[in-house]
């Protein structure tokens, strides 16, 4: 007997790629690359795809390396470095474009579309989140997920996060508030890009989502930015999700930032994987069900670099939502990751991607 299906976000998830091991030979098959970005950052993880390529002969038409406008002195510790890899990488050609300026989705979108139309093909490009704070994720991604591309994100882990447990353990208030302990140092700004400014015109309750890191200075710049009040009453206006990182040995971070940011047992919270995005977006969407009606939403999503790649397909899917990033003054670099960790890698067809989001909800006649 014939019956109506609506299509689920829970059937979508089933067909989206998993974030996988880096592999070459997995890597290799996807395609060679037209386009290749990454970031210049003061981790030692900036490089780790870069240097991985140049070395193994990986070539791309074109490269691009985004730049920040804080921690410059630190930064040009590994510009060298880096721009040897690149040049290795793309002999033809290597730009950079500023990330914290209203301009960068448009000017990254100008760049893409001048040197992807060279090819009769599906254009492959590689992007390289290692180093990439989360606005630079969402704008990067936001831009990509308009074009028809196949789409490849590599991040690679660090192979120790700061603060150690033991370092953490020694001074936790220090690690929660001192400007020279800390990961980030003051708040520069709370920025909401142009494309992510949302719709927020109508007359409902806000409802914050935040995905909170060490400091809880930038959670509150940002519920201060939405409504002071909503600093001084942590009630369900407010919903917490903390990531659950891959390894053990990294687990206690989940209830150390519970702790910092003082979230009582009673707050609506989750708890999701820093490396799952789908766990992400399954989380966000179900949030987005519960409050939906009464709600206009506000996303801070200070988390783990691919929770903001789960955060960018939510985007993709409401994009009346708006994004804040609390911006750090300068990021503490004596106090961040050392080394490489886990490669990993998820590859796309952002037209099939589309496609896949946008059924949900749609109505069929099944037999």
Known sequence: MAFVHTKTLEEVLTTLPIIEPFDFEVFSSIGEVDYFISTLGFERRSLAFPELFAVNHIQAAHSLYLKYGTNDEDNQTNLTKLLFALWKISPSGVDSLFVDVPEFHSALLIHLRAHLGRTNRVPHVVVDISAAASRAILRTLNALLSLDIRLTILYAEAAIYRPTLE??????????????????????????????????????????????????????????????????????????????????????????????????????????????????????????????????????????????????????????????????????????????????????DTAVLRASLDSIGCISIVD
């Open 167 to 348: 370092e953490f353990r020694k001074n936790k208030a220090g690690w929660a508030t001192d400007e020279e302990l800390g990961l980030e140092r003051g708040i520069s700004e709370v920025s909401i890009p142009p494309e992510f400014s949302g719709d927020h015109f109508d007359n409902l309750r806000d409802c914050v989502i935040l995905f909170p890191a060490f400091k809880r200075e930038r959670s509150v710049h940002v519920l201060d930015h939405v409504d002071p009040s909503l600093v001084r009453s942590m009630d369900d206006r407010v919903v917490w999700i903390f990531g659950i990182p891959p390894e053990d040995s990294n687990k206690w971070r989940t209830d150390a930032i519970k702790s910092i940011h003082n979230v009582p047992v009673s707050c609506h919270q989750y708890a999701v994987s820093t490396l799952d995005y789908k766990k992400t977006l399954d989380v966000l969407e179900k949030v987005f069900r519960e409050k939906r009606l009464l709600s206009k939403f506000s996303i801070s999503p200070l988390g783990s670099k691919c929770q903001s790649l789960g955060v960018a397909l939510f985007h993709y899917l409401h994009p009346d939502i708006r994004i804040l990033f609390a911006v750090p003054k300068e990021y503490g670099s004596n106090h961040y990751s050392d080394g490489e960790g886990a490669k990993w890698l998820v590859s796309f």
